[in-house]
């Protein structure tokens, strides 16, 4: 598909989802991870609609992602939320992985908040502590932006000093302080892998020897693809399992389910704040 081809696919997502949603215009757009799908549930919801209704839209393979966009408020504002993301390891391209976030920035975001489950490569990480993300390692086997450059949504060689607004950051370092989460919110590298099997321990300590606090398998192509397009980021992970020596201990999707489910409350608290 060329870039011409590719942006007809977007606006066609996006008009289609303005003709449902009589031209709503989402200010911020929010992305829900693993076992993060709670947030919804404080949204005033005036519109919502099936990815499998929306033109060009990939459909969720995992379970524990709904597959659903909502358009409403959230304390007031505006909001589209992506309840359900794709991964690259359901064997989507790296442009189908990030087709809802440019969608959403064609109806009209002016930020965007995303949300992860991730296992704790820093040693002081403890079970469903959020972590802030300041600046990530891209380990996936590629990127939405390589193949015929999107000209009208950004550069050719868009800059990466900064991937996650300090703005955005700063005023979720305060809100977190205000809630009373200054102890269980950290900061740190975030570690983009393809999954969608877990790490062996080597992986684990040559993740943390690369500079990272936390791995997960998501993320990383959304804010490539956000800040192509300039979009303000902010990331929060949900620590849901110890990955440092020591802490190593066999996996259970349960226990992530339970640690997401223990950090949620924090985090739906946090990310209301934000918006
Ligand atoms: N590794 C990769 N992805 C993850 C992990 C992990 O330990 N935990 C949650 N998502």
Do not use: W
């Amino acid at each position: 598909m060329n870039s011409s081809e590719h942006m007809v696919q977007l606006r066609e997502a996006a008009a289609y989802i303005q003709a449902q949603s009589a031209r709503f215009q989402p200010e911020t757009g929010i992305i829900l991870g693993t076992g993060l799908g709670a947030l919804a549930k404080e949204v005033e919801v005036a519109h919502e609609i099936n990815y499998a209704d929306i033109p060009h839209f990939p459909l969720s393979t995992v379970e524990s992602h709904a597959g659903r966009l909502l358009l409403g408020t959230l304390g007031g504002k505006k909001v589209a939320v992506l309840q359900g993301r794709f991964h690259y390891y359901e064997g989507y391209t790296m442009q189908q992985v990030v087709l809802p976030v440019r969608v959403l920035k064609l109806l009209g975001i002016s930020k965007l908040l995303v949300s992860n489950a991730a296992g704790g490569l820093n040693p002081e990480f403890r079970i469903a502590d959020l972590m802030l993300i300041d600046d990530h390692i891209n380990l996936q086997p590629g990127n939405p932006l390589i193949g015929p450059n999107l000209d009208e949504l950004g550069p050719r060689f868009p800059d990466m000093f900064a991937p996650y607004d300090a703005e955005l950051l700063r005023r979720a370092e305060a809100a977190a302080r205000e809630l009373g989460l200054a102890d269980t919110t950290r900061r740190g590298v975030y570690v983009s892998v393809p999954g969608p099997m877990l790490e062996t321990p080597a992986e684990y300590r040559y993740l943390r020897t690369i500079g990272a606090d936390a791995v997960g398998m998501s993320t990383v192509p959304e804010v490539i693809a956000a800040r192509h397009m300039s979009l303000p980021v902010l990331a929060v992970s949900v620590i849901t399992d110890l990955c440092a020596p020591g802490h190593l201990k066999p996996v259970v999707l349960a226990d992530i389910f339970a640690a997401a489910a223990v950090a949620e409350p924090r985090l739906t608290q946090l990310i209301r704040a934000m918006v």
